[in-house]
Every structure is written in structure tokens, then in C-alpha cells.
Nanobody, 114 residues
Framework: VQLQASGGGLVQTGDSLRLSCAAS????????MGWYRQAPGKQRELVAS??????TNYYAGEGRFTISRDNDKMSVYLQMESLAPEDTAVYYCNAVIDPRNRYWGQGTLVTVSS
């Protein structure tokens, strides 16, 4: 199983970024997907999730983030708007097939300069 996250980079306050996570080795259509982030010195936190049925939940971002998925492309996305320095973190995608089968990607770094 591989989850390949991409799309991070160095941006300025107020910019937008779209993160992508391409999955392989799993039946993507039955996976619940999530984006997490870990800022320097902090614990990893859940940012947003999307179920296999497409239901979304947001836990960070204050309405600035949108999670989506494309089952045909076996990918999940995180559109981030109005980025702020506090959004600086390594962003990870996560796939959950069932409680015993959870997978992590390698992370993509987002740095927002002030």
C-alpha cells in the first residue's frame, strides 16, 4: 500500500494550495480518507476527513479547507485557501479500510511565510 502525498511548498500568507494524495495497493473506493498535519513541536492533528460515501468533516482550517476525492483516480485532495503561518506543517494523508487496516502517506511540507 502506498499513499503518495504531493502539492506542498513554500507560500505566502493568503495564498492557496491544493494537496493531492494518490493511493495504490488498496481498494480506494472503500477507504475512508483523511488529511492530518503536524506542526513543529506539536502533535499530529486531524484536519479533514471524507468517508467512502463522500461525507466530509472538518476539524481544522476554520472553513478555509475543502477535502474531496476522485475514486477513478484513487486520489484525495485538500484545497487550502487563505493560508496563514499557523498552517505551516507536514500534511499527511491517511486511509482507513477498517480498524485494523490503516495506512499513512509520507507527508508533504507546507510552509506559509508571513
Amino acid at each position: 500500500v502506498q499513499l503518495q502525498a504531493s502539492g506542498g511548498g513554500l507560500v505566502q500568507t493568503g495564498d492557496s494550495l491544493r494537496l493531492s494524495c494518490a493511493a495504490s495497493g488498496i481498494i480506494f473506493s472503500i477507504a475512508d480518507m483523511g488529511w492530518y498535519r503536524q506542526a513543529p513541536g506539536k502533535q499530529r492533528e486531524l484536519v479533514a476527513s471524507i468517508t467512502r460515501l463522500g461525507n466530509t468533516n472538518y476539524y481544522a482550517g476554520e472553513g478555509r479547507f475543502t477535502i474531496s476525492r476522485d475514486n477513478d483516480k484513487m486520489s484525495v485532495y485538500l484545497q487550502m485557501e487563505s493560508l496563514a503561518p499557523e498552517d505551516t506543517a507536514v500534511y499527511y494523508c491517511n486511509a482507513v479500510i477498517d480498524p485494523r487496516n490503516r495506512y499513512w502517506g509520507q507527508g508533504t511540507l507546507v510552509t506559509v511565510s508571513s
